[in-house]
Each structure stands twice: as structure tokens, then as C-alpha cells.
């Protein structure tokens, strides 16, 4: 293991880690407890959703990077937005701009992600692309982890909370410089195709989207093309998946206050250590899909979500006298249930779709975001008309409707294979 970091990381990503702990540790917990204080929960989730959009901006960055071909100066550039994003936030008490500065938090973290996996796969051996995203994932989710660990000791002053994410922006900003490539010592690389069962990327919407991957005029033909085709109906199910997911993730803290009783403190600690757990599971994941297959594995991903919502569903509605603990019990199971998800996930889509890779990942990509938008706009529509626990119910429904549509793509996957078994015999 020491001798992978030593061979395939470089010096910035220790100020990638500062990024991955304020963009996915710190914000994520205090922007929906600032919002639901001074607004309301359809604001929160406004806000959310404002900040996913930001980051939908990617592919902007990525062409962006090279038209000027100033890898160095927009890598940087996401560290200023955040900083300014973060920062101000914390000083405005107006819905108009909180959304505008969510999204400009999106648009900096999507511009540094973005050029992040263009360091690699635009300067670096293509041999070498996988380890190296690999341990930048897992340096970015690391910051995750420490991140909410921050955030459970921040909950109680959010607003001073959002500015210490902005502070971490500057250590970020000069130890992410330290030994960038020089936009000079570019390599004219293909599109990058990665190993997914190597990737550990952290739990977050948008987490793999670099600038080969898009949606593009291309993928959206090719989903026309295939909608009602084993591509198509994955990509429909992953959708419905992601949905109750992020219903849940996006206004997390909220959530569990609401309906268990648990303050944003414990809350957060809580998916701490569920994050750190989910890390370990990733390689797990990764053989156990070579050995079974990755839909096999996306239905256990799958699953193991399901057993999460279903028991917080059912804490919802049953008070036993402990639900504030068994809630967050029943909780620990969807971040490690990510790790299936995302290994499986990105392998079955270069496996299923019929179009460039590139292209399907990107289909796959924008799933996960829309997901994450509409997510966050329904819970908080959700709550504020009916309260929290028809958000859980909703997002069970949707997640069981996504096992459901995958499970039948498996079972039809499965007919048709053994439809060909004599046909090949017989030729």
C-alpha cells in the first residue's frame, strides 16, 4: 500500500482531500440547516438542488480547459469559487442568493474535479490512469469523512461552520499547487476508459464526471435509440434508484431531526463512520462483481439501500422508545451500499450500451445527477406538504420500482442467454 501512494500520488492531492472536506463533508450537512432555519425545507432542497446544478457545468470546464489549455489556472479557479461561494453564503439570509452562490459552490467543485482527472488521463501514462484515480478518489473521500466529522462539531454554529469551509479553501488552494503538471507537459491522450471495479470514488452525485464523459448530442441519441433496450431500461432503473436515494441524502441532517429526534451533531458523526466503512467495501465490491457479475451485484447494492429506507420507513410511523438510535443504525447501511452501487454501476454501463463508452457514461453520469436535482426538489416539497416520513415512503417506492425494473432486465438477460445455449450447440 506504501508503495502504491509513493508511485501513483502526487503532491496537490493532499489540497484535493481539503476540497473533499468541505465540498462533501462540511456543505452538505450545514447548507440544508442554514436554509430549513431562516426559509423553509422546499427552500432547502431549492438550495440543493442549486448546487448539483453548478456542478452540471463539467463538461463546460472540461472544454473550457482545453480551448485555453490552462489546466493549472481552472484547477485553481474552483478553489476561489468555492472560497467565495462558502464564504458568502454564510453572510447573506436571502433565498436568491443562496441559490445563485450553491450553484457558483457547484460550478468550483465541478471545475476543480474536472481538471483534477484531466492532470491524470492528459499528462500521466495511460497505464497508469487507474491506480492514480483511484487514490485521488480515495484522498477526496478521506476529506469526506473528516469533513463530517467537522461538520458534527459545527452544527450548532452553522453560519461560522460555512466559513471555516471557506478557510480550508486557502491551505487547500497552496498545498493542491504543489507539484501540478505543467500545462506545457500535456500528452495527446484517446478518451480515458477506466477500470471501474479499481475506482474508490466517495459518495457523492457527480463524483466521476471528467470531460470524455459528458452528455453529449451523441448520448442522448443513443438513449432514444435504446430506451426500451437492456441500456435503457438500466439506465431507467438507476434513475428511479438515485432518486430515492438522494431524497434522503439531500436533506439528511433535516431529516433526522425531524423524525427521530437526532441532532445534526450525531447525525453527521453517524455517516462519518458509515463513509469510512463504505471505503473498505470497495474492493469487496469490485471481486465480488468479477465473480458473480456486476448485476448481480448492483441488485445487492441495491438491497442493502433498501433495508436502510425500509427500516427508517417503518421508524417513521413506530416509536419504540429508541428510534433515535435505531434510526441511525438503519442508516449506516446505505453509505456502504454506495460502494456496490457505483463499482457495479459504472461497469455495467460500459458493458450494456451499445454507443462509445464515453458517451454511455455520460448518459450514466447525468442519470446520477438529475437524480440528485429532482431528489433534493421532492424532499423538500415532500416535507414541507405531508413531513418527512412520506419522504422516506417516496423514496422506499422508488428504489423498490428501480430493483424491480433491474431485476426483470436480469431475468430477461438471463431467458435470452439460455434461448442461445442451443442454438450455439447446434451450430
Known amino acids: 500500500m506504501l508503495s502504491g501512494i509513493k508511485t501513483y500520488t502526487d503532491r496537490w492531492y493532499s489540497g484535493y482531500a481539503f476540497q473533499g472536506a468541505s465540498v462533501l463533508g462540511v456543505a452538505p450537512i450545514l447548507i440544508p ?25 463539467a463538461p463546460l470546464w472540461g472544454w473550457l480547459t482545453d480551448r485555453l489549455d490552462k489546466f493549472r489556472l481552472i484547477y485553481s479557479l474552483g478553489y476561489l469559487l468555492l472560497a467565495v461561494g462558502m464564504g458568502a453564503f454564510a453572510m447573506v439570509h436571502e433565498l436568491a442568493f443562496w441559490l445563485g452562490l450553491a450553484f457558483v459552490q457547484g460550478a468550483g467543485a465541478a471545475a476543480t474535479n474536472t481538471v483534477a482527472a484531466m ?20 484522498f477526496y473521500g478521506t476529506g469526506q469523512a473528516l469533513g463530517l466529522g467537522l461538520a458534527a462539531a459545527l452544527q450548532m454554529a452553522p453560519l461560522w461552520g460555512m466559513g471555516l469551509a471557506a478557510a480550508l479553501m486557502v491551505p487547500g488552494f497552496i498545498l493542491g499547487r504543489r507539484g501540478l ?5 500535456r500528452r495527446k491522450s484517446d478518451t480515458a476508459t477506466f477500470q ?36 435503457g431500461l438500466f439506465i431507467f432503473s438507476w434513475l428511479l434508484t438515485m432518486l430515492g436515494t438522494w431524497m434522503v441524502y439531500n436533506l439528511y441532517p433535516l431529516l433526522m431531526k425531524d423524525l427521530y429526534g437526532v441532532d445534526a451533531g450525531m447525525s453527521s458523526l453517524a455517516y462519518a463512520i458509515a463513509a469510512t466503512l463504505g471505503i473498505f467495501a470497495y474492493a469487496p465490491s469490485g471481486v465480488l462483481a468479477e465473480k458473480i457479475g456486476d448485476g448481480p451485484v448492483l441488485v445487492v447494492g441495491i438491497l442493502m439501500t433498501l433495508v436502510s429506507m425500509v427500516g427508517m420507513t417503518l421508524l417513521a410511523y413506530v416509536h419504540t422508545g429508541d428510534n ?9 447501511f446505505m453509505p456502504v451500499a454506495w460502494s456496490p452501487l457505483i463499482v457495479a454501476g459504472t461497469s ?18 447525468s442519470a446520477t445527477a438529475v437524480g440528485s436535482v429532482l431528489g433534493a426538489l421532492a424532499a423538500g416539497w415532500l416535507s414541507d406538504a405531508w413531513g418527512y416520513g412520506v419522504v422516506m415512503l417516496g423514496a422506499s417506492i422508488l428504489t423498490i420500482a428501480g430493483l424491480a425494473l433491474l431485476a426483470g432486465l436480469l431475468w430477461r438477460q438471463r431467458n435470452a442467454k439460455a434461448a442461445a445455449k442451443p442454438q450455439g450447440a447446434s451450430g
Not at 33 to 57: D, E, P, R, W
Open 33 to 57: 440547516l442554514i436554509v430549513a432555519k431562516l426559509g423553509s425545507n422546499s427552500a432547502a432542497g431549492a438550495v440543493v438542488a442549486a448546487f448539483y446544478l453548478g456542478q452540471l457545468t
Open 119 to 138: 492532470f491524470i488521463v492528459e499528462f500521466k501514462p495511460k497505464e497508469q490512469w487507474d491506480p492514480r484515480i483511484g487514490w485521488l478518489q480515495t
Open 181 to 185: 503538471p505543467r500545462d506545457q507537459d
Open 196 to 231: 471501474a471495479h479499481a475506482l474508490r470514488p466517495p459518495r457523492h452525485a457527480y463524483s466521476q464526471l471528467h470531460r470524455s464523459q459528458g452528455l453529449c448530442v451523441q448520448g442522448i441519441k443513443g438513449m432514444v435509440r435504446e430506451w426500451d433496450g437492456p441500456f
Open 324 to 332: 433515535w438510535l435505531l434510526s441511525q443504525a438503519a442508516f449506516l
Open 348 to 365: 455495467y454501463t460500459a458493458q450494456l450500451a451499445t454507443m462509445p463508452e464515453g458517451n454511455a457514461l455520460g448518459v450514466y453520469n
